[in-house]
């Protein structure tokens, strides 16, 4: 039986007012369109001066998660014939097996914000010495993750955190419980460094490289969450008036924290969600996203998988951050990551590498964006009612 990807939105009711008195009639309200709307190739702002051969690389990687999918079997197979070193042939490939349909919010509108990641590198101990007093924790042996989808099929990708407390299960400690020691994570220390901003930062990203004392250096990347819900703190900032909302960026939070020293521990509790990690193999070159593969830099997205399927290509229109803020970045991406603050239909985080350049770009990256999925054309895609 074939899969299809299943586009929802609301059931449409057309309610026709009549008036007593005259008998005008009142229009109805147009529809709203599907979150995936079929368009042709020219609606891709773009398209044709992108040069997509790092695509073709990057989804190659997704086909080893896809690859034995009914619908992505047949495309995964003809993309590792494809020349990767001809970028015309590249582009003949993806035009040729695919469909795009263009990506809308739930209110009709076409751009959202797109923010950027990247992979930190910290300089950490394997023991907790002095300076050296902020643990990055692996996952709780105590923690239950519960997958609604297995209860209720209509909750698919949706899972559940908590613990065990008597005969309940309750939500899962949060940061600022984890923090304050209250949960029993001794012995789940995966390594120790010295600054909780940056480990906080660490957090957002995902994923980061751990520079030890003899100069070896791995990689550690997301193994689970605590089930709490993200809170920005730059947000939190902005609505105390301590930082403007235009301009906000993780070098300029870094900065508060660093000339409000007593007050950031309290700021950073302010959002309960906490990441836990899990070491990588020293062969490990890149960080793997939710789809399980290594992410490719300029060329991997986050996206939220409940629109968007991870692994599919995804065409994204958007601008550069500062200082280039109106150059245009428009390029072939592949949807192999998610995050806990990428919600929604356009909305999308873009992974930039690593470095200190790459977090340069990360930090300030804070555009509008618009964005298409691509989805082979032998993929039934099917607008359903709630």
Known sequence: MRMKWMVRFGSLFLLTLISLGGG?????????????????????????????????????????????????????????TVDGGDSMAVRSFFRGEFLPYRVNNPDGSRTGMITGYYVPELEGRRAPVEGFAHPLYALPEDMLVIDMGGLYPDLKNYRLRGRVEGRKVVPYYSRGEIDGGKAPLKGQELVWV??????????????????????????????????????????????????????????????????????AKSLLAENPSYIFFRE???????????????????????VD????????????????????????????????????????????????????????????????????????????VVVADN
Request: hydrophobic residues 35%.
């Open 24 to 80: 005008c009639i009142k229009a109805p309200e147009p529809p709203p369109p599907p979150p995936l709307e079929p368009v042709s190739w020219e609606s891709l702002e773009g398209w044709e001066t992108d040069d997509p051969r790092s695509a073709l690389t990057a989804f190659l990687e997704s086909c080893r998660a896809l690859g034995r999918k009914a619908d992505w079997r047949d495309v995964c197979e003809k993309a590792g």
């Open 194 to 263: 010295q600054d909780p901003v940056e480990l906080f930062f660490l957090h957002i990203q995902g994923s980061g490289r751990i520079r030890l004392e003899n100069g070896d250096r791995f990689l550690v990347s997301y193994a689970d969450q605590n089930g709490h819900p993200y809170r920005s703190i730059g947000k939190i900032l902005a609505n105390r008036g301590e930082l403007p909302l235009e301009g906000m960026s993780m070098q300029k939070i870094r900065q508060w924290a660093i000339d409000n020293p007593e007050r």
């Open 280 to 302: 990588l193999p020293p062969e490990v070159q890149s960080p793997p996203g939710a789809l399980g593969v290594p992410l490719t830099a300029e060329r991997s997205l986050a």
């Open 305 to 380: 998988r409940r629109v968007i399927p991870l692994g599919a290509p995804v065409f994204l229109s958007t601008t550069r951050p500062w200082p280039e803020n109106e150059t245009p970045l428009q390029r072939l991406m592949v949807a192999q990551d998610t995050g806990g603050a990428i919600k929604g239909a356009v909305r999308a985080d873009f992974f930039w590498g690593f470095g200190h350049e790459a977090g340069e770009l990360a930090g300030r990256m804070k555009q509008d964006g618009k964005m298409w999925v691509l989805l082979p054309k032998n993929m039934e």
